[in-house]
């Protein structure tokens, strides 16, 4: 399994783009990156999944590089509502367990 | 049914009991995983099912934990003679595994474990 490398935390401000740059040098061929946002108290939700290049959807931004070892999630314009753990994880396919590692926690401060 | 769900959500337990944590997923998702969460700290891989058999067993601390799952449905988590440690939340997630190489995992709200 891929390992992924992500910060510890990061702090932000309301209304400022947040960037999570996460690492994954050993990435395979058919591995997929995949992103989970965890608020307190609950389990992780998926928040947007990739291949290559750019995904965008109503809530967040996926940019992966042509060599795919590193993924960029893009918050915009964050709110007090986007403190939460978010999880970098690689490799979702057949009979291969979801592996999330410790993930950044994201404080956004008013 | 409409998400994963998870009973108790609130379990507290005297050290030495055994404890069933159970987990019902999204009907017609073939793969299901339980995750544990202590306090503050990341997700740690448990195990998990494809079908009813458990290709990847290799999180389970000891053996005093085991799981199983039953008509490719409903799985319970059992631990034996909790310790103190045993104490997070556990949490059940379910995918539709297959050949769909994207997954997406849908997780339940867990199970909140405190061994006295």
């Known amino acids: 399994l891929a390992k992924t490398t992500q910060p510890i935390s990061m702090d932000s401000y309301e209304g400022q783009e947040v960037n999570i740059t996460c690492s994954h040098n050993n990435i395979a061929t058919n591995d997929y990156i995949t992103w989970y946002q965890q608020f307190p108290s609950q389990g992780p939700r998926f928040i947007i999944q990739?291949?290559?290049t750019k995904v965008t959807n109503e809530v967040a931004s996926l940019f992966i590089p042509a060599d795919r070892k590193s993924s960029t999630l893009s918050l915009p314009r964050v709110s007090l509502s986007d403190t939460a753990v978010y999880y970098c994880?690689?490799?979702?396919?057949?009979?291969?367990?979801?592996?999330f590692g410790s993930g950044t926690r994201l404080q956004v401060q008013p | 049914g409409a998400g994963v769900s998870q009973s108790p959500s609130n379990k507290v337990t005297e050290k030495g009991k055994d404890v069933e944590l159970r987990c019902d997923p999204i009907?017609?998702?073939?793969?299901l995983y339980w995750y544990r969460q202590r306090l503050g700290q990341g997700l740690e891989f448990l195990i998990y099912f494809q079908g009813n058999s458990a290709p990847d067993k290799s999180g389970l601390p000891s053996d005093r934990f085991s799981a199983e799952r039953t008509g490719e449905s409903v799985s319970t988590l059992t631990i034996q003679r909790t310790q103190q440690e045993d104490s997070a939340v556990y949490l059940c997630?379910?995918?539709?595994?297959?050949?769909?190489?994207?997954?997406?995992?849908?997780f339940g709200q867990g199970t909140r474990l405190t061994v006295v």
């Open positions: 990739g291949y290559k």
């Open positions: 994880l690689v490799g979702v396919r057949l009979r291969r367990a979801l592996t």
């Open positions: 997630a379910s995918s539709l595994g297959g050949q769909v190489l994207n997954t997406e995992a849908f």
């Open positions: 009907s017609g998702h073939t793969a």
